[in-house]
């Protein structure tokens, strides 16, 4: 399994930007499909975007596309996530999560990832 480390959380006012990065560790990063959920206490752990292993295909959660942005970095081993134009309503801890892959897909179930980093705190004041 890879190991992650996510960084760039902080408070924000809305209507402001923030870009997350996700570290891996390891060789083999680019055999990965990558994704960003969130979750606040006593929530669900909402799914936000997602990337395939060559970054060429993406997918986002209805309540943040058009505003957030995922990318990867593969020389990099990071996975990337552009916030802009935020709301209260995004403050969360931010988790990103890697899963092993064969092909060039995406996913968007939590339980289709087996690794996780320990996330990062966002939090957006009105």
């Known amino acids: 399994q890879v190991q992650l480390v996510e960084s760039g959380g902080e408070l924000v006012q809305a209507g402001g930007s923030l870009r997350l990065s996700c570290a891996a560790s390891?060789?083999?990063?680019?055999?990965?499909?990558m994704c960003w959920f969130r979750q606040a206490p006593g929530n669900e752990r909402e799914f936000v975007a997602t990337?395939?292993?060559?970054?060429?295909?993406?997918f986002y959660g209805e309540s943040v596309k058009g505003r957030f942005t995922i990318s990867r970095g593969n020389a990099k081993n990071t996975v990337f996530l552009q916030m802009n134009s935020l709301k209260p309503e995004d403050t969360d801890v931010y988790y990103c999560?890697?899963?092993?892959?064969?092909?060039?897909?995406?996913?968007?179930?939590?339980?289709?990832?087996?690794?996780w980093g320990q996330g990062t705190q966002v939090t957006v004041s009105s």
């Open positions: 390891g060789r083999t990063f680019s055999s990965y499909a």
């Open positions: 999560a890697a899963r092993a892959d064969s092909g060039d897909y995406y996913y968007i179930g939590k339980d289709d990832y087996n690794s």
């Open positions: 990337i395939s292993r060559s970054g060429g295909s993406t």
